[in-house]
């Protein structure tokens, strides 16, 4: 089963945010292709506070190929407490995993998918990297970048994008989409060659 896991923040406050691209790409994967999202109770043996898994989670298919699709709602920098919980619960490889989120050192708008490598800057993958003991952790980086000039890296990342760049950001998540899409049919290598121009 392959798991796309997009980063975010859960609540409506930061939806619309640059952080929250990855939640973006992943409804619109369950969208294009009839998959239900929703909270679920982990095995008992993995059970926790509030008894579900810090997650929203739809299994379904694309194509051919069987996936998972989840969106953590542990906030951003404690995404690896969920990345670790749900491959414990569906028994995950990290091979199996693609974990998708924002880059401020991408210019926005870019994609670069990724077999592995260090967290950077982003403390959500900083913490998946961190909780899952490898970096060897396929991604897909989504450009918001760059920071502007005396700006806060913080603020600029839970603030909305404006007006002006929202036609960019609506073609790069199709675009992560179309790039998931290709991977699940060919394969990293592959899609890597096609979507990292």
Avoid: W
């Amino acid at each position: 089963m392959h798991c796309l896991i997009g980063l975010g923040n859960p609540g409506a406050e930061y939806g619309e945010t640059r952080h929250n691209v990855g939640f973006r790409v992943i409804e619109l994967l369950a969208e294009r292709h009839g998959i239900r999202l929703r909270r679920r109770r982990p095995l008992a043996a993995i059970a926790f506070s509030g008894g579900r898994l810090p997650a929203e989670v739809g299994e379904g298919q694309m194509g051919d190929q069987p996936v998972l699709l989840v969106k953590p709602r542990t906030f951003m920098n404690n995404s690896g407490e969920a990345v670790v919980r749900v491959c414990d619960h569906f028994d995950l490889e990290l091979a199996d995993l693609l974990i998708i989120y924002d880059d401020l050192d991408l210019k926005l708008g870019t994609l670069r998918l990724r077999r592995g490598g260090s967290g950077g800057t982003h403390k959500g993958m900083q913490s998946v990297i961190q909780r899952l003991g490898s970096e060897d952790i396929p991604r897909l980086r989504l450009g918001i970048g760059p920071l502007p000039p005396g700006a806060d890296a913080r603020q600029f990342v839970l603030s909305p994008f404006a007006d002006a760049e929202m036609p960019t950001v609506d073609h790069m998540i199709g675009r992560s989409v179309e790039a998931i899409e290709y991977l699940l049919r060919e394969g990293i290598e592959a899609a890597m060659n096609k979507f990292n121009a």
